[in-house]
T-cell receptor, first 113, second 115 residues
Framework: DAGVIQSPRHEVTEMGQEVTLRCKPI?????LFWYRQTMMRGLELLIY????????DSGMPEDRFSAKMPNASFSTLKIQPSEPRDSAVYFC???????????FGQGTRLTVV | AQSVTQPDIHITVSEGASLELRCNYS??????LFWYVQSPGQGLQLLLK??????LVQGIKGFEAEFKRSQSSFNLRKPSVHWSDAAEYFC?????????????FGAGTRLAVHP
């Protein structure tokens, strides 16, 4: 397996625009996580899914953020409208059953100008 | 509330020297503990994990960590550091509410290695 695949690797967008980040988890994994990494707040969990169902979205900063997982092999994180303070690296991770390690993608570096 | 503390933001060691990165956690039950490493511009790679059993855990790249319940610690060690070990290291605890896969991370320790 190629691991967790995120796209794009880098995204630069203007304030107010819609941004969509994509993630393909490892085949067979039934947990999917979206994390955000910033200098100020470190690594923080935004939302996670189990078997394509959102379980905990308490980390989503506000209604401008939304995440979907339409099937077991694809998830999106959307920001609409984007703001400069959303600039961060967004990581997707997946894991197989509970109590096992999470595998991380290489992240999407988002810059909102 | 669960939390992870990494007291050292930056550490610099000489190549060949020993290394210990500190990690303290706050968790109400038996914790699932992890150490991840992040190289510049890369994702996080798992070094090792502790779920139960032997409190001394061996990981990849020659790293080990020791779980000490009495001290709520899970310190990472390496006997001889290589220049390629320069990276940022994150300690994390797995939250039961997420099947232990919902990770709460420490702030990270950035390791620099002098030749």
């Amino acid at each position: 397996d190629a691991g967790v695949i995120q796209s794009p690797r880098h995204e630069v967008t203007e304030m107010g625009q819609e941004v969509t980040l994509r993630c393909k988890p490892i085949s067979g994994h039934d947990y999917l996580f979206w994390y955000r990494q910033t200098m100020m707040r470190g690594l923080e969990l935004l939302i996670y899914f189990n078997n394509n169902v959102p379980i905990d979205d308490s980390g989503m900063p506000e209604d401008r953020f939304s995440a979907k997982m339409p099937n077991a092999s694809f998830s999106t994180l959307k920001i609409q409208p984007s703001e400069p303070r959303d600039s961060a690296v967004y990581f997707c991770a997946s894991s197989f059953v509970q109590g096992t390690e999470a595998f991380f993608g290489q992240g999407t570096r988002l810059t909102v100008v | 509330a669960q939390s992870v503390t990494q007291p050292d933001i930056h550490i610099t060691v000489s190549e060949g020297a020993s290394l210990e990165l500190r990690c303290n956690y706050s968790y109400g039950a038996t914790p699932y503990l992890f150490w991840y490493v992040q190289s510049p511009g890369q994702g996080l790679q798992l070094l090792l994990k502790y779920f139960s059993g032997d409190t001394l855990v061996q990981g990849i790249k020659g790293f080990e960590a020791e779980f000490k319940r009495s001290q709520s610690s899970f310190n990472l060690r390496k006997p001889s550091v290589h220049w390629s070990d320069a990276a940022e290291y994150f300690c994390a605890v797995g939250d039961l509410s997420g099947g232990y896969n919902k990770l709460i991370f420490g702030a990270g320790t950035r390791l620099a290695v002098h030749p």
